[in-house]
C-alpha cells in the first residue's frame, strides 16, 4: 500500500506543480506576444490532454478494461497499439494547438508547439515514430515485472522529462510536472486494461531506474534515423 500511495501522491503533486506552471508562464508571458500564443497552447493541451483527457481516462477505465480484454490479440500488440493510439490523440491535440496560432493572436510559425503544422509530418518524422520503440520495450518489460499501471505512468513520465530536457534544453527538467502527465497518460490506461497479464514478479529498485532508460536504447536506432532525414525538431517552444 505504501508504494502505491507514494505513485499516486506523484501524480497529484504532478498536477498541481503543472497547474501552477502553466498558469505563471501565462501570467509573466502577457506582454510578449509570440511566447503568450505559446503559453496559451500549452494552456491547451493541458486542459484538453492533461485535465479533461485524464479525467475521462481515470472515469472509464474500468469500461475500457473490460472492453480490450475481449479482444483475441496478444496482449503485447494490444498495449503497444493502444499506446500507439493515445500518443497519436495527444499529438492530434498539440498539432491543433499549432493550427491554431491565429486564434491566440500571432500568424501560423510564429508560434508552435510542435515541429509542423502538418499532423502526419509531426507523428512520422519527429514524433510517435520515436515513441513506438519505446512502448515496445514497456510491452517488453511488463512481461517480465508486475509494474502497477501508475508506476508506468511515473516511469513513462520521467523518460519523457528527460527526453525533453535532452532534446530542448535542460529548463525542461523544471516542466516536469507537465511532461510527466502529457507522457504518462499515453501508457496508463493501456497499462491498467492489461495488468493481469503483466508479469509476476515484482520490480526491485534497479528494475525502476532500468525503466526510466531502457526505452532510450530501444528508440535510439529509430530516433538516429528520423535525426538524420529531420535535422530540425521542435517539439515544444519558441525558436
Not at 501522491?9 to 509573466?28: M, P, Y
Not at 517480465?144 to 508506476?151: E, G, H, T
Given at each position: 500500500?505504501?508504494?502505491?500511495?507514494?505513485?499516486?501522491?506523484?501524480?497529484?503533486?504532478?498536477?498541481?506543480?503543472?497547474?501552477?506552471?502553466?498558469?505563471?508562464f501565462?501570467?509573466?508571458?502577457?506582454?510578449?506576444?509570440?511566447?503568450?500564443?505559446?503559453?496559451?497552447m500549452?494552456?491547451?493541451?493541458?486542459?484538453?490532454?492533461?485535465?479533461?483527457?485524464g479525467?475521462?481516462?481515470?472515469?472509464?477505465?474500468?469500461?475500457?478494461?473490460?472492453?480490450?480484454?475481449?479482444?483475441?490479440?496478444?496482449?503485447?500488440?494490444?498495449?503497444?497499439?493502444?499506446c500507439?493510439?493515445?500518443?497519436?490523440?495527444?499529438?492530434?491535440?498539440?498539432?491543433?494547438?499549432?493550427?491554431?496560432?491565429?486564434?491566440?493572436?500571432?500568424?501560423?510559425?510564429?508560434?508552435?508547439?510542435?515541429?509542423?503544422?502538418?499532423?502526419?509530418?509531426?507523428?512520422?518524422?519527429?514524433?510517435?515514430?520515436?515513441?513506438?520503440?519505446?512502448?515496445?520495450?514497456?510491452?517488453?518489460?511488463?512481461?517480465?515485472?508486475?509494474?502497477?499501471?501508475?508506476?508506468?505512468?511515473?516511469?513513462?513520465?520521467?523518460?519523457?522529462?528527460?527526453?525533453?530536457?535532452?532534446?530542448?534544453?535542460?529548463?525542461?527538467?523544471?516542466?516536469?510536472?507537465?511532461?510527466?502527465?502529457?507522457?504518462?497518460?499515453?501508457?496508463?490506461?493501456?497499462?491498467?486494461?492489461?495488468?493481469?497479464?503483466?508479469?509476476?514478479?515484482?520490480?526491485?529498485?534497479?528494475?525502476?531506474?532500468?525503466?526510466?532508460?531502457?526505452?532510450?536504447?530501444?528508440?535510439?536506432?529509430?530516433?538516429?534515423?528520423?535525426g538524420w532525414?529531420?535535422?530540425?525538431?521542435?517539439?515544444?517552444?519558441?525558436?
Amino acid at each position: 500500500m505504501r508504494r502505491c500511495d507514494l505513485w499516486h501522491k506523484t501524480v497529484r503533486v504532478a498536477l498541481i506543480w503543472a497547474t501552477a506552471q502553466v498558469s505563471l508562464f501565462f501570467v509573466l508571458t502577457w506582454h510578449s506576444p509570440r511566447k503568450h500564443a505559446v503559453s496559451m497552447m500549452a494552456a491547451g493541451l493541458f486542459l484538453l490532454w492533461c485535465v479533461l483527457g485524464g479525467w475521462l481516462i481515470w472515469r472509464y477505465r474500468h469500461r475500457f478494461a473490460a472492453l480490450v480484454q475481449r479482444w483475441r490479440w496478444r496482449w503485447q500488440v494490444k498495449f503497444v497499439l493502444l499506446c500507439t493510439l493515445f500518443a497519436l490523440i495527444e499529438e492530434a491535440v498539440t498539432t491543433s494547438m499549432t493550427n491554431l496560432a491565429p486564434v491566440f493572436g500571432v500568424r501560423i510559425g510564429e508560434a508552435y508547439i510542435t515541429a509542423s503544422t502538418n499532423y502526419l509530418d509531426v507523428v512520422l518524422g519527429h514524433s510517435v515514430v520515436v515513441f513506438v520503440p519505446m512502448f515496445v520495450c514497456w510491452a517488453w518489460m511488463l512481461s517480465r515485472w508486475a509494474f502497477a499501471p501508475r508506476q508506468v505512468m511515473v516511469l513513462f513520465g520521467c523518460t519523457g522529462t528527460l527526453a525533453e530536457a535532452g532534446s530542448f534544453g535542460w529548463h525542461n527538467l523544471l516542466g516536469w510536472g507537465f511532461w510527466l502527465l502529457v507522457y504518462g497518460l499515453m501508457v496508463y490506461l493501456p497499462a491498467y486494461a492489461l495488468r493481469a497479464d503483466a508479469g509476476s514478479r515484482p520490480p526491485r529498485r534497479k528494475h525502476f531506474v532500468m525503466a526510466v532508460l531502457l526505452p532510450f536504447l530501444f528508440a535510439a536506432p529509430v530516433a538516429g534515423i528520423v535525426g538524420w532525414l529531420h535535422p530540425v525538431k521542435v517539439h515544444f517552444g519558441v525558436q
